[in-house]
Nanobody, 118 residues
């Protein structure tokens, strides 16, 4: 059974920083790409960032490019999202997901709330 648990969310002022973590249980973590998504109140879930299983390739939504950095530590079965220069529009529940080679999202975390006050 694979479980994903996010942490690191909270309340921060605009311009501040947070570091989200996604802890994954299960031996297959290092063989899959992983993504961060977010969902703001009243809005659809949107893609934030992804990272390949090797960690050598990452992609970002235009809205966070240059401010957010995704990384992963396969030894500790954890993925991270460093968020800098936060804006009020970054307020959302952030979730991590495991993606198969075929693009299917196999597992999701429960999410962690990020609130940015202006």
């Amino acid at each position: 059974q694979v479980q994903l648990v996010e942490s690191g969310g909270g309340l921060v002022q605009a311009g501040g920083s947070l570091r989200l973590s996604c802890a994954i249980s299960g031996p297959a973590f290092r063989y899959y790409s992983m993504d961060w998504f977010r969902q703001a109140p009243g809005k659809e879930r949107e893609f934030v960032s992804s990272i390949t299983y090797s960690g050598d390739t990452s992609t970002y939504a235009d809205s966070v490019k240059g401010r957010f950095t995704i990384s992963r530590g396969n030894a500790e079965n954890t993925m991270y999202l460093q968020m800098n220069s936060l804006k009020s529009e970054d307020t959302a529940v952030y979730s991590c997901a495991v993606r198969s080679a075929g693009g299917e999202y196999m597992y999701w975390g429960q999410g962690t709330q990020v609130t940015v006050s202006s």
